[in-house]
Nanobody
Framework: VQLQASGGGLLQVGDSLRLDCAAS????????MGWFRQAPGKEREFVAS????????FYSDSVKGRFTISRDNAKNTVYLQMDNLKPEDTAVYYC????????????????WGKGTQVTVSS
């Protein structure tokens, strides 16, 4: 199983950025996909998730209205579009796969990917 996140970088306040996560080694379309982030000195936190067919999405309050999660099952890829970035969005972002939202809620997905750094400078 491999979840490879990419797209991180150094941004300015108000910028936009899209993260991609390419998956392999499991049946991508059978899993919910999600994003987490971990800021320096803080615990990893849930950011967003999407059901297997993209029919439902879930967001943390801190990113609702600014971030959009989507997926392309034909490409085994999940995306996180981040708009109106703020300094508090600075973190390492991880993608993850789970069968149920409860696994995301408890930070216990089946699979974790390696992270990608997003830094938002003021």
């Amino acid at each position: 199983v491999q979840l490879q996140a990419s797209g991180g970088g150094l941004l300015q306040v108000g910028d936009s950025l899209r993260l991609d996560c390419a998956a392999s080694g499991f049946i991508f379309s059978a899993y919910m996909m999600g994003w987490f982030r971990q800021a320096p000195g803080k615990e990893r936190e849930f950011v967003a998730s999407i059901t297997w067919n993209g029919g439902s999405t879930f967001y943390s309050d801190s990113v609702k209205g600014r971030f959009t999660i989507s997926r392309d099952n034909a490409k085994n890829t999940v995306y996180l579009q981040m708009d109106n970035l703020k300094p508090e969005d600075t973190a390492v972002y991880y993608c993850a796969a789970a069968r149920y939202q409860a696994q995301f809620d408890t930070s216990s997905p089946h699979f974790w990917g390696k992270g990608t750094q997003v830094t938002v400078s003021s």
